[in-house]
């Protein structure tokens, strides 16, 4: 009996083992794992926070006993979205703001105002959302009605690319602002010599640097919120596009709190104190936020009429848009930013100034590079200029539902030869062979089930057009899924860390309760998120 023990002992030992090595299984499930063969498997295991095995049912079952056992019940399983282009604290500022998303009219807006008004009788009045594209009468409002409801009280309502602003007198007053002012990079609008109250882009921040700082519990409800929304639709990492460089402590230590879960990649904004920073510091990495590039704006939007166009509008003669800034600041920061060794990223709408981000990005790269560089949005591009994004490896940053957002008006913007040029994402995805996608968020629904649909159909949610615009530039459905996935990861420098579900990889997934690799095109918006981990832990469950 006595030579037993030993064995027994050794048994017991060896049961107790195999117990503990792994936190969770996944099983019975759909995995698109989304590694370099696209695999499809069954199940996954995860211990302190990563995936460490992928295969089927059996031999996972076999191999692995975990703590916690998730059975998917045959639903498919995804890595955790990515979004490449957001404005994360932005949106999060807009759900305590007037919400004028939808909006059918300038009426409709004032009696928004005037209602957010009567619950906070105090501060500036901030809104956002509004697009004069959806309404009867397509034009930018004026201020008088704002200005008779709030003589004193200072008004701003951005609209929905958040290259404009329509301000009451009583904010213009505080900014100091005068008909007939001029500011490079913006429009200060007039009508007969009398402000309007309409500011476009670089005009914009005459104003917002007078608004007063944030509180500290109104920025971080402003992070907890956005990523309470965002996880539920199952993002997992944000690029967030373009803040200070004293946003960075702030998410870290909400990240260290163990309250902001959600990944973040953060472009800093493109100003000298924050070039300063990051360039003393260097690269600031941890599992959970990535600070390595600059977001430069090169130009506005096309819905404001700030986009910088090669030929005038369609629809405003003698009118082609404007930069941001000189073309001497481009060439300087991307000079200073591939010196350094950092990624630059740029904000580029119009073929105008996509040329000459393009050109400038060629200057300073020199050919074939694994630098990264981006152009967010790249959304009209010159035929002959296309070959920039393939012979300089620049990689063109877009969102899918910008196209079926626009699609109404860009024609009458770009008239009905140029729009063949723009949201051209099949086109740019053969440059370089990869893309990663996102929604600009605020300015689009954050859902990025919506970016997959707009990706793969070229429609808007109700099925409009029945062919799809500019049908020959959708993405395939494998295209648009990695391009919310590993793709996205790539355009961070992740792509060895997050997604796809593989060995090593963070345990950021999601469960939803259709296959949007199979379903029918119609039904994709419908798709729904059943639940959303990031490190193995379930930060959404849709019960």
Not at 64 to 90: C, M, N, S, W
Not at 213 to 218: A, G
Not at 329 to 351: E, L, P, R, S, Y
């Amino acid at each position: 009996m006595k030579k037993l023990w030993p064995a027994l002992l050794l048994l017991v030992a060896a049961c107790k083992q195999k117990e503990y090595n792994a936190d969770i299984l996944v099983k019975n499930a759909v995995v698109y794992t989304v590694d370099s063969k696209f695999s499809v498997a069954q199940a996954f295991v995860i211990k302190g926070g990563k995936i460490i095995s992928v295969g089927d049912d059996d031999t996972i079952e076999k191999k692995y006993l975990a703590h916690e056992v998730i059975d998917a019940q045959g639903k498919a399983v995804y890595p955790g979205f990515i979004d490449a282009h957001t404005h994360f604290y932005r949106y999060g500022l807009t759900l305590q703001e007037v919400n004028l998303k939808g909006s059918k009219s300038w009426d409709e807006i004032v009696d928004s105002v005037k209602s957010y008004a009567s619950r906070t009788p105090d501060g500036w009045i901030i809104g956002n959302g509004w697009d004069q594209n959806k309404w009867a009468v397509k034009q930018f409002p004026s201020k008088e009605k704002l200005d008779k409801l709030f003589p004193v009280r200072p008004v701003i309502l951005t609209r929905i690319d958040g290259h404009a602003i329509i301000a009451n007198q009583a904010a213009l007053n505080i900014a100091g602002i005068k008909p007939g002012q001029i500011i490079a990079g913006g429009q200060i609008e007039t009508v007969k010599g009398k402000l309007t109250g309409m500011l476009v882009d670089n005009a914009m921040g005459l104003i917002k640097r007078k608004i007063p700082e944030p509180t500290e519990q109104v920025v971080d409800n402003a992070f907890l919120g956005a990523q309470k929304n965002c996880f539920a639709v199952g993002l997992t990492t944000v690029d967030d596009c373009g803040l200070p460089y004293t946003m960075v402590n702030v998410i870290a230590e909400l990240q260290h709190k163990g309250s902001l879960k959600m990944r973040m990649y953060v472009m800093l904004e493109d100003k000298e104190e924050n070039y300063e920073y990051l360039f003393k510091r260097g690269i600031y990495k941890t599992p959970g936020l990535d600070v390595r590039s600059f977001k430069v704006y090169a130009d506005g939007a096309l819905g404001s009429r700030g986009a910088c166009l090669l030929k005038p509008y369609a629809d405003k003669k003698n009118w082609t848009g404007f930069l941001l800034s000189s073309k001497e600041h481009f060439a300087q920061v991307a000079k200073m930013i591939a010196d350094k060794g950092f990624q630059m990223c740029t904000h580029a709408i119009g073929d105008s100034a996509n040329r000459l981000i393009l050109k400038t990005y060629a200057t300073v790269l020199k050919g074939k590079n694994d630098r990264r560089w981006r152009i967010e949005h790249s959304q009209i591009v010159a035929p002959e200029d296309m070959k920039y994004f393939g012979d300089y490896n620049i990689i063109p940053s877009v969102q899918p539902t910008h196209a079926t957002s626009d699609m109404y008006w860009a024609a009458q913007r770009l008239g009905p030869q140029r729009v063949k040029n723009a949201y051209t994402y099949k086109t740019m995805l053969d440059q370089n062979g990869w893309m990663p996608l996102g929604t600009d968020f605020p300015v689009e629904n954050i859902n990025p089930l919506y970016t997959f649909y707009a990706a793969v159909e070229r429609k808007d949610l109700k099925g409009f057009p029945a062919g799809g615009f500019q049908p020959e530039n959708a993405l395939s459905r494998t295209e648009a899924l990695k391009g919310m996935t590993i793709w996205a990861a790539k355009a961070n420098f992740e792509e060895k860390e997050k997604g796809s579900i593989e060995a090593g990889k963070y345990a950021d997934f999601v469960i939803l309760d259709n296959d949007i690799m199979k379903v029918k095109g119609a039904a994709l918006p419908n798709v729904k998120v059943l639940k959303t981990y990031v490190n193995g832990e379930k930060v959404y469950d849709k019960k």
